[in-house]
């Protein structure tokens, strides 16, 4: 794990000895052995809290991407709860969170921003990020039934542990319970880190998500994750008839029996990548665009060819007397050293997923280099040694 500044590489808080100590109770099934009965406990609890964590933690409590009642969304965070991944008001607030600044550094667990470890698992742990953010998550808040739960965070995990215990002895709370919370832990935690890491961008999403179909199968449909940044409040992961989602193929068998409704899905533009970006989505894009573009070697090429401009001494003191506007300077300097907007084009377009909305990007990387072009120019002429 990279250490950070704020020391969040040491990850030996206190909240980490359970999370260790269930690691280290697999090792346990040397002495219980694993019967057919715990292990057909052991998938059924992985796959009931695997549900519970994507229909429930995920779609619907921080992303609203369907309608129950109140008596099934209390279940389901329940439910989500018996996973030990702390109370459903901190998962909803953390994850709307990574969704607003996704892969910045304002992003609570980024692969891209503080490692891969980090983004796995660290994170978790780390002080800073006990808090839930309760203005993040006003719709749930006003629950008390949910405030009450998300005081009691790990109640609906203990309880469960001691259930397989007298329901099985200790092999039922070795295979059946730890080991296929483990296994739940690190699904979910993959989708935190690999799939912002591993896989295919189809759309521009201003962040590193990726589809990944191996992480598809585990998660139950989660391994969609650039399909999701993409839109988010789609209650179906997998766009395209063939992206297994069974999360979804569940709560549309639910809604079939009435137990959830309204399930959201993605506009038919957005599935063909047909949509036109939000600004905010445009602007990250060109800023990470424009921050890689080769900007040192445009400078030393222009700064000669300026040179040798007739009225380039004219233009440099109107410059730096800042009586000239960047704008006005790029209208008077035509040289074929200054990056055009096809080049732009050319160059995001080879790096980005097809968008309709690469003529806005490419327009907002340009006006972002000829900036820092101008800038650098006029430092280079304006320093003594020019
Ligand atoms: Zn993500
Ligand atoms: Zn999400």
Not at 150 to 157: C, E, G, I, K, V
Not at 263 to 286: F, N, S, T, W
Request: charged share 20%.
């Amino acid at each position: 794990m990279r250490a950070t500044d704020d020391g969040s590489a040491d990850i030996a808080y206190p909240s980490a000895i359970a999370f260790v100590l269930v690691h280290l109770a697999c090792i346990g099934v040397f002495w219980t052995g694993v019967s057919q009965g715990t292990l057909l406990l052991a998938a059924g609890l992985y796959a009931m809290r695997m549900f519970a964590i994507t229909a429930g933690y995920h779609r619907y409590f921080a992303h609203r991407a369907f309608r129950t009642s109140r008596a099934f969304q209390l279940g389901l965070a329940f439910l989500a709860q018996t996973s030990a991944q702390r109370g459903v008001l901190w998962w909803a607030a953390k994850h709307r969170r990574h969704h607003q600044y996704a892969d910045t550094e304002l992003d609570v667990h980024s692969p891209v921003q503080r490692g891969f470890l980090y983004a796995h698992v660290g994170w978790i742990f780390v002080p800073q990020n006990d808090a839930t953010e309760i203005d993040t998550v006003p719709d749930l808040s006003r629950y008390p039934e949910l405030c009450w739960l998300d005081r009691h965070p790990y109640l609906p995990a203990v309880a469960l542990g001691v259930a397989t215990w007298l329901a099985m002895g200790w092999e039922g709370l070795v295979v059946g319970f730890c080991c296929s919370t483990v296994l739940v832990w690190h699904a979910t935690f993959s989708i935190n880190s690999l799939a912002h890491v591993v896989g295919r961008q189809r759309y521009v999403t201003g962040d590193h998500s990726r589809n990944n179909w191996l992480l598809a199968l585990p998660t139950f449909g989660e391994g969609w994750h650039n399909n999701h940044h993409a839109y988010q409040a789609s209650a179906r992961q997998g766009f395209r008839w063939w992206e297994y989602d069974p999360t979804f193929y569940a709560l549309r068998a639910l809604s079939w029996v009435g137990l959830v409704w309204d399930l959201r899905g993605p506009p038919a533009a957005v599935i063909r990548g047909e949509h036109k970006l939000g600004r905010p989505v445009i602007d990250k894009v060109a800023a990470q665009l424009a921050a890689a573009f080769p900007v040192e070697q445009i400078t030393r090429q222009l700064a000669d060819a300026l040179a040798d401009m007739p009225q380039w001494e004219d233009l440099k003191a109107r410059a730096i007397a800042a009586r000239m506007q960047a704008e006005l300077f790029w209208k008077e300097v035509d040289l074929p050293q200054v990056p055009t907007f096809e080049e732009i084009r050319h160059y995001a377009r080879a790096r980005l997923a097809p968008t309709r909305s690469l003529d806005d990007i490419s327009l907002a990387i340009r006006a972002r280099v000829l900036e820092v072009l101008y800038s650098r120019l006029l430092e280079a002429s304006a320093a003594p040694s020019a």
